[in-house]
Protein backbone atom coordinates (compact mmCIF):
# COMPACT_ATOMS: atom_id res chain seq x y z
CA UNK A 1 0.00 0.00 0.00
CA UNK A 2 1.33 3.34 -0.92
CA UNK A 3 2.56 5.51 2.34
CA UNK A 4 1.50 9.15 1.84
CA UNK A 5 3.91 12.07 1.68
CA UNK A 6 2.84 15.16 3.60
CA UNK A 7 3.77 18.46 4.61
CA UNK A 8 4.77 18.47 8.31
CA UNK A 9 5.08 20.93 10.99
CA UNK A 10 8.69 22.21 11.14
CA UNK A 11 7.93 24.61 14.46
CA UNK A 12 4.75 24.61 17.37
CA UNK A 13 3.25 27.66 15.59
CA UNK A 14 3.83 26.62 11.73
CA UNK A 15 0.19 26.61 10.30
CA UNK A 16 2.17 26.93 6.07
CA UNK A 17 4.82 27.22 4.48
CA UNK A 18 6.79 27.30 0.99
CA UNK A 19 7.57 24.08 -1.02
CA UNK A 20 10.94 24.37 -1.90
CA UNK A 21 10.91 21.87 -4.41
CA UNK A 22 12.02 17.92 -4.18
CA UNK A 23 15.90 16.90 -3.36
CA UNK A 24 15.21 13.55 -5.26
CA UNK A 25 13.23 12.31 -8.70
CA UNK A 26 10.34 10.92 -9.14
CA UNK A 27 11.06 6.74 -9.28
CA UNK A 28 13.90 6.88 -7.61
CA UNK A 29 14.48 4.63 -4.58
CA UNK A 30 14.20 6.24 -0.70
CA UNK A 31 15.89 5.29 2.02
CA UNK A 32 14.30 6.17 5.28
CA UNK A 33 16.32 9.34 7.04
CA UNK A 34 17.46 10.51 3.41
CA UNK A 35 16.62 14.03 2.23
CA UNK A 36 13.30 13.89 0.74
CA UNK A 37 11.85 18.08 0.29
CA UNK A 38 13.00 21.00 1.13
CA UNK A 39 10.47 23.28 3.03
CA UNK A 40 10.60 26.94 3.67
CA UNK A 41 8.95 28.23 7.14
CA UNK A 42 8.86 31.85 8.78
CA UNK A 43 11.97 31.18 10.27
CA UNK A 44 14.10 28.37 8.51
CA UNK A 45 14.62 26.46 5.58
CA UNK A 46 15.33 23.09 6.46
CA UNK A 47 15.50 19.62 4.53
CA UNK A 48 12.49 16.97 5.68
CA UNK A 49 13.71 13.69 5.83
CA UNK A 50 12.18 10.41 4.63
CA UNK A 51 10.65 7.67 7.77
CA UNK A 52 10.25 5.03 5.54
CA UNK A 53 11.72 3.26 2.53
CA UNK A 54 10.66 2.51 -0.69
CA UNK A 55 10.13 4.08 -4.20
CA UNK A 56 9.44 8.08 -4.55
CA UNK A 57 6.31 8.85 -6.74
CA UNK A 58 5.28 12.23 -7.59
CA UNK A 59 1.63 12.41 -9.05
CA UNK A 60 0.03 15.16 -11.36
CA UNK A 61 -0.95 18.10 -8.85
CA UNK A 62 1.86 17.82 -6.27
CA UNK A 63 3.84 21.13 -5.59
CA UNK A 64 5.90 23.29 -7.82
CA UNK A 65 8.60 25.07 -6.18
CA UNK A 66 7.79 28.52 -4.64
CA UNK A 67 3.96 27.07 -4.17
CA UNK A 68 2.42 27.72 -0.73
CA UNK A 69 1.80 24.14 1.05
CA UNK A 70 -0.14 23.82 4.70
CA UNK A 71 1.11 21.49 7.54
CA UNK A 72 -0.40 18.39 6.61
CA UNK A 73 -0.74 18.58 2.47
CA UNK A 74 -0.16 15.46 0.14
CA UNK A 75 2.65 15.88 -1.55
CA UNK A 76 3.38 12.60 -3.15
CA UNK A 77 3.95 8.74 -1.89
CA UNK A 78 6.50 5.99 -1.66
CA UNK A 79 5.43 2.45 -3.36
CA UNK A 80 6.69 -0.42 -1.53
CA UNK A 81 9.00 -2.85 -4.20
CA UNK A 82 6.62 -4.05 -6.70
CA UNK A 83 4.03 -1.83 -6.40
CA UNK A 84 2.63 -0.16 -9.19
CA UNK A 85 -0.53 1.72 -9.24
CA UNK A 86 0.28 5.45 -8.69
CA UNK A 87 -2.51 7.60 -6.87
CA UNK A 88 -2.79 10.74 -8.44
CA UNK A 89 -3.87 13.82 -6.45
CA UNK A 90 -6.67 15.90 -8.46
CA UNK A 91 -7.06 18.72 -5.87
CA UNK A 92 -4.81 19.24 -2.70
CA UNK A 93 -5.62 16.82 0.08
CA UNK A 94 -5.02 17.48 3.50
CA UNK A 95 -3.97 14.20 5.61
CA UNK A 96 -4.52 15.51 8.60
CA UNK A 97 -5.67 18.20 10.40
CA UNK A 98 -3.11 20.81 11.19
CA UNK A 99 -2.92 20.36 14.66
CA UNK A 100 -1.98 17.20 14.58
CA UNK A 101 0.64 16.89 11.99
CA UNK A 102 4.11 16.27 13.58
CA UNK A 103 6.62 14.52 11.83
CA UNK A 104 7.41 14.54 8.47
CA UNK A 105 5.20 11.67 7.26
CA UNK A 106 1.70 12.01 9.01
CA UNK A 107 -0.90 8.76 8.91
CA UNK A 108 -3.95 9.51 7.11
CA UNK A 109 -7.77 10.76 6.82
CA UNK A 110 -8.49 13.28 4.20
CA UNK A 111 -10.39 16.52 3.40
CA UNK A 112 -10.39 19.12 0.56
CA UNK A 113 -8.35 22.21 1.04
CA UNK A 114 -8.51 24.82 -2.40
CA UNK A 115 -5.15 25.63 -3.54
CA UNK A 116 -3.96 29.09 -4.14
CA UNK A 117 -2.58 29.92 -7.38
CA UNK A 118 -0.32 32.97 -6.18
CA UNK A 119 2.66 32.03 -3.98
CA UNK A 120 2.36 33.74 -0.98
CA UNK A 121 5.66 33.56 2.11
CA UNK A 122 3.75 33.73 5.78
CA UNK A 123 5.11 36.39 6.64
CA UNK A 124 4.00 38.24 3.92
CA UNK A 125 0.11 37.10 4.13
CA UNK A 126 0.45 38.23 7.66
CA UNK A 127 1.62 41.66 6.94
CA UNK A 128 -0.64 41.90 4.26
CA UNK A 129 -3.98 40.85 6.99
CA UNK A 130 -2.47 43.79 9.24
CA UNK A 131 -2.33 46.12 6.81
CA UNK A 132 -5.35 45.12 4.98
CA UNK A 133 -3.22 45.02 1.42
CA UNK A 134 -4.90 42.71 -1.33
CA UNK A 135 -2.03 40.64 -1.61
CA UNK A 136 -3.62 38.89 -4.32
CA UNK A 137 -3.07 41.55 -7.11
CA UNK A 138 0.38 42.14 -5.85
CA UNK A 139 3.35 41.20 -8.55
CA UNK A 140 5.86 39.30 -6.12
CA UNK A 141 9.38 39.59 -6.39
CA UNK A 142 10.82 36.06 -4.55
CA UNK A 143 11.57 33.31 -6.28
CA UNK A 144 9.12 32.04 -8.81
CA UNK A 145 7.33 34.82 -8.35
CA UNK A 146 7.07 34.00 -4.84
CA UNK A 147 5.15 37.65 -2.67
CA UNK A 148 7.35 38.12 0.19
CA UNK A 149 7.06 40.50 2.84
CA UNK A 150 8.89 43.54 0.85
CA UNK A 151 6.36 43.25 -2.05
CA UNK A 152 3.46 43.97 0.51
CA UNK A 153 5.44 47.13 2.60
CA UNK A 154 6.29 48.57 -0.78
CA UNK A 155 2.34 48.24 -1.61
CA UNK A 156 1.50 50.17 1.63
CA UNK A 157 3.74 52.74 0.55
CA UNK A 158 2.46 52.97 -2.87
CA UNK A 159 -1.34 53.26 -1.40
CA UNK A 160 -0.09 55.65 1.37
CA UNK A 161 -1.55 52.78 3.76
CA UNK A 162 0.16 53.17 7.57
CA UNK A 163 2.32 50.11 8.61
CA UNK A 164 1.51 50.06 11.98
CA UNK A 165 4.71 48.12 13.28
CA UNK A 166 6.59 50.73 11.87
CA UNK A 167 7.16 54.11 13.37
CA UNK A 168 8.16 56.10 10.60
CA UNK A 169 11.07 56.52 7.61
CA UNK A 170 13.54 58.57 5.58
CA UNK A 171 14.52 58.94 2.75
CA UNK A 172 18.12 57.33 1.61
CA UNK A 173 19.89 60.88 0.58
CA UNK A 174 22.63 60.73 -1.73
CA UNK A 175 25.33 61.05 0.97
CA UNK A 176 23.78 58.17 2.86
CA UNK A 177 23.87 56.21 -0.07
CA UNK A 178 27.64 56.50 -1.05
CA UNK A 179 28.65 56.15 2.69
CA UNK A 180 26.62 52.37 2.34
CA UNK A 181 28.48 51.78 -0.81
CA UNK A 182 31.57 52.55 0.56
CA UNK A 183 31.05 50.69 3.86
CA UNK A 184 29.61 47.15 1.83
CA UNK A 185 32.66 47.89 -0.61
CA UNK A 186 35.20 47.91 1.98
CA UNK A 187 34.35 44.70 3.74
CA UNK A 188 33.22 42.71 0.26
CA UNK A 189 37.02 44.14 -0.41
CA UNK A 190 39.32 43.75 1.99
CA UNK A 191 40.71 41.05 4.79
CA UNK A 192 40.24 43.42 7.86
CA UNK A 193 41.39 42.13 11.46
CA UNK A 194 41.13 43.95 14.58
CA UNK A 195 43.44 44.87 17.51
CA UNK A 196 43.07 46.26 20.60
CA UNK A 197 44.82 47.21 23.43
CA UNK A 198 45.57 50.22 25.88
CA UNK A 199 47.51 53.02 26.50
CA UNK A 200 48.66 55.12 30.05
CA UNK A 201 47.46 58.69 28.61
CA UNK A 202 47.68 60.16 31.79
CA UNK A 203 50.91 61.99 30.24
CA UNK A 204 48.84 62.76 27.58
CA UNK A 205 46.39 64.55 29.54
CA UNK A 206 48.55 66.55 31.75
CA UNK A 207 50.60 67.91 28.55
CA UNK A 208 47.11 69.38 26.80
CA UNK A 209 45.96 70.75 30.38
CA UNK A 210 49.48 72.61 29.81
CA UNK A 211 48.61 73.81 26.77
CA UNK A 212 44.95 74.56 27.06
CA UNK A 213 46.54 77.15 29.89
CA UNK A 214 48.59 78.31 27.86
CA UNK A 215 46.60 78.76 24.47
CA UNK A 216 42.91 78.14 25.59
CA UNK A 217 40.46 77.30 22.94
CA UNK A 218 43.41 76.89 20.17
CA UNK A 219 44.95 74.32 22.44
CA UNK A 220 45.33 71.04 20.35
CA UNK A 221 42.70 68.40 21.14
CA UNK A 222 43.03 64.40 21.80
CA UNK A 223 42.17 63.92 18.60
CA UNK A 224 44.80 66.48 17.17
CA UNK A 225 47.26 64.57 19.29
CA UNK A 226 46.71 61.24 17.73
CA UNK A 227 46.59 62.53 14.68
CA UNK A 228 50.35 63.89 14.97
CA UNK A 229 51.27 60.85 16.94
CA UNK A 230 50.11 58.17 14.27
CA UNK A 231 51.58 59.68 11.55
CA UNK A 232 55.08 59.72 14.07
CA UNK A 233 54.61 55.96 14.05
CA UNK A 234 52.98 55.53 10.55
CA UNK A 235 56.92 57.18 9.55
CA UNK A 236 58.15 54.09 11.17
CA UNK A 237 56.07 51.45 9.95
CA UNK A 238 55.18 52.43 6.65
CA UNK A 239 54.09 49.16 5.45
CA UNK A 240 50.62 50.27 7.14
CA UNK A 241 50.98 53.50 5.01
CA UNK A 242 50.36 51.22 1.76
CA UNK A 243 47.48 49.97 -0.49
CA UNK A 244 46.70 47.27 -2.49
CA UNK A 245 46.71 47.22 -6.09
CA UNK A 246 45.84 44.69 -8.94
CA UNK A 247 49.63 42.94 -8.42
CA UNK A 248 51.53 44.58 -5.78
CA UNK A 249 51.69 46.09 -3.02
CA UNK A 250 51.90 50.03 -3.39
CA UNK A 251 53.46 51.95 -0.28
CA UNK A 252 53.25 55.51 0.34
CA UNK A 253 55.48 58.54 0.60
CA UNK A 254 53.31 61.15 2.37
CA UNK A 255 51.36 60.25 5.13
CA UNK A 256 47.72 62.12 5.04
CA UNK A 257 45.48 61.23 7.84
CA UNK A 258 41.52 61.14 7.66
CA UNK A 259 39.62 62.38 10.61
CA UNK A 260 36.24 60.83 11.09
CA UNK A 261 33.86 63.60 11.78
CA UNK A 262 29.96 63.07 12.65
CA UNK A 263 27.66 65.38 10.88
CA UNK A 264 23.82 65.79 10.49
CA UNK A 265 24.25 64.44 6.67
CA UNK A 266 26.70 61.41 7.76
CA UNK A 267 29.83 60.37 8.29
CA UNK A 268 32.51 62.03 6.40
CA UNK A 269 36.42 62.11 6.64
CA UNK A 270 38.41 65.57 5.37
CA UNK A 271 42.06 64.88 5.37
CA UNK A 272 44.92 66.59 6.81
CA UNK A 273 47.71 66.23 4.80
CA UNK A 274 51.75 65.79 5.23
CA UNK A 275 50.96 65.22 9.16
CA UNK A 276 54.48 64.48 9.50
CA UNK A 277 55.85 67.93 8.07
CA UNK A 278 52.99 69.71 10.23
CA UNK A 279 52.98 71.33 14.16
CA UNK A 280 51.02 69.96 16.26
CA UNK A 281 49.19 73.45 16.17
CA UNK A 282 49.22 73.31 13.05
CA UNK A 283 47.40 69.94 12.97
CA UNK A 284 44.77 71.76 15.18
CA UNK A 285 44.44 74.65 12.97
CA UNK A 286 43.82 72.05 9.82
CA UNK A 287 41.38 69.83 11.85
CA UNK A 288 39.27 72.70 13.36
CA UNK A 289 39.14 74.55 9.81
CA UNK A 290 37.99 71.14 8.00
CA UNK A 291 35.38 70.22 11.17
CA UNK A 292 33.99 73.17 10.75
CA UNK A 293 33.57 73.23 7.18
CA UNK A 294 31.82 69.33 7.16
CA UNK A 295 29.43 69.99 9.57
CA UNK A 296 28.26 73.21 7.39
CA UNK A 297 28.38 70.81 4.37
CA UNK A 298 31.05 73.22 2.87
CA UNK A 299 33.35 70.65 2.32
CA UNK A 300 35.35 70.48 -1.06
CA UNK A 301 35.61 66.77 -2.90
CA UNK A 302 39.61 66.88 -2.97
CA UNK A 303 39.79 67.86 0.88
CA UNK A 304 37.82 64.33 1.54
CA UNK A 305 40.13 62.23 -1.30
CA UNK A 306 44.29 60.94 -0.83
CA UNK A 307 43.76 60.09 2.73
CA UNK A 308 46.62 57.21 3.30
CA UNK A 309 45.26 56.42 7.10
CA UNK A 310 42.51 57.17 9.68
CA UNK A 311 41.60 58.18 12.81
CA UNK A 312 37.97 58.09 14.38
CA UNK A 313 37.53 58.67 17.82
CA UNK A 314 34.22 57.44 19.57
CA UNK A 315 35.36 58.93 22.92
CA UNK A 316 33.20 61.75 23.89
CA UNK A 317 30.27 58.80 23.16
CA UNK A 318 31.92 56.81 26.64
CA UNK A 319 32.71 53.87 24.05
CA UNK A 320 35.90 51.74 24.83
CA UNK A 321 36.83 48.81 22.31
CA UNK A 322 34.99 48.72 18.86
CA UNK A 323 35.58 47.44 15.25
CA UNK A 324 36.66 50.48 12.57
CA UNK A 325 36.20 49.71 9.29
CA UNK A 326 38.62 50.55 6.87
CA UNK A 327 38.51 53.30 4.48
CA UNK A 328 38.72 51.63 1.29
CA UNK A 329 41.71 51.48 -0.66
CA UNK A 330 43.94 52.56 3.03
CA UNK A 331 45.26 50.15 4.64
CA UNK A 332 44.51 50.49 8.14
CA UNK A 333 42.13 52.39 10.61
CA UNK A 334 42.69 53.45 14.16
CA UNK A 335 39.65 54.17 16.81
CA UNK A 336 40.01 55.97 19.89
CA UNK A 337 37.91 55.30 22.74
CA UNK A 338 37.32 57.21 26.07
CA UNK A 339 39.88 58.13 28.37
CA UNK A 340 38.45 56.74 32.09
CA UNK A 341 40.63 56.64 35.14
CA UNK A 342 41.64 53.46 36.48
CA UNK A 343 43.55 51.55 39.04
CA UNK A 344 47.21 50.67 37.60
CA UNK A 345 49.81 48.36 38.97
CA UNK A 346 53.06 50.99 39.11
CA UNK A 347 55.99 49.55 40.52
CA UNK A 348 54.07 46.95 42.44
CA UNK A 349 52.03 49.63 43.85
CA UNK A 350 47.93 50.13 42.85
CA UNK A 351 47.92 53.84 41.21
CA UNK A 352 45.18 55.77 39.67
CA UNK A 353 45.65 56.48 36.17
CA UNK A 354 44.02 57.48 32.97
CA UNK A 355 43.72 54.72 30.44
CA UNK A 356 43.03 55.06 26.70
CA UNK A 357 41.79 51.99 24.22
CA UNK A 358 42.82 52.03 21.40
CA UNK A 359 41.39 49.55 17.84
CA UNK A 360 43.19 49.22 15.36
CA UNK A 361 42.14 47.80 11.76
CA UNK A 362 44.20 46.85 9.50
CA UNK A 363 43.76 44.40 5.92
CA UNK A 364 45.31 41.62 6.54
CA UNK A 365 46.25 40.95 2.40
CA UNK A 366 48.72 44.34 2.93
CA UNK A 367 49.88 44.12 6.48
CA UNK A 368 50.53 40.67 8.75
CA UNK A 369 49.68 40.83 12.58
CA UNK A 370 53.02 41.68 13.61
CA UNK A 371 53.36 44.53 11.58
CA UNK A 372 50.02 45.57 12.70
CA UNK A 373 51.19 45.35 16.23
CA UNK A 374 54.34 46.82 15.88
CA UNK A 375 52.65 50.01 14.86
CA UNK A 376 50.13 49.60 18.06
CA UNK A 377 52.95 49.57 20.10
CA UNK A 378 54.76 52.31 18.90
CA UNK A 379 51.07 54.59 18.97
CA UNK A 380 51.22 53.01 23.03
CA UNK A 381 54.59 54.47 23.71
CA UNK A 382 53.88 57.71 21.80
CA UNK A 383 51.29 58.30 23.94
CA UNK A 384 52.65 57.56 27.10
CA UNK A 385 55.44 60.20 26.59
CA UNK A 386 54.18 62.56 23.81
CA UNK A 387 55.88 65.43 24.91
CA UNK A 388 59.18 63.58 24.06
CA UNK A 389 57.84 62.26 21.18
CA UNK A 390 57.19 65.94 20.02
CA UNK A 391 60.15 67.25 21.25
CA UNK A 392 62.04 64.89 18.45
CA UNK A 393 59.86 66.80 15.47
CA UNK A 394 59.39 70.30 16.30
CA UNK A 395 62.30 71.04 14.39
CA UNK A 396 60.81 69.15 11.34
CA UNK A 397 60.00 71.63 8.21
CA UNK A 398 56.17 72.51 8.08
CA UNK A 399 54.60 74.67 5.91
CA UNK A 400 53.32 77.97 7.13
CA UNK A 401 49.34 78.09 8.05
Known amino acids: ?39 ESEKATE ?15 SPKPGDPVKVGDLIGYLLVPGENEVPTINSQETLLKP ?22 SPRARRKAAQTGVDWRNLQGTGRTGRIREEDVRNACKAAKI ?42 LMNLRKEMKTRQGEKAPGFTDFFVKLAAVALAAHPRLNSRWGNDRIIQLREIHIAIAVDTEAGLMAPVIRDVPRLTLDEVAHWSRALVDRARKGALKMKEMEGGTFTITNLGAFGIDAFTPIIHWPQCAILGIGRIRRQPVVVDDQVVPREQVTLNLTFDHRIADGADAARLLQTVVGLIEEPAAALARVENAQAPGI
Open 1 to 39: MAIPITIPRLGWNMEEGIFVGWLRRDGDPIQAGEGLFTL
Open 99 to 120: EAVKGPVPVSTSRKVERTKIAI
Open 162 to 203: RDESEVGDSRITPTRRIIAERMRHSLSTTAPVTLTTTADATN
Open 47 to 61: DVECLDSGILRIPAG
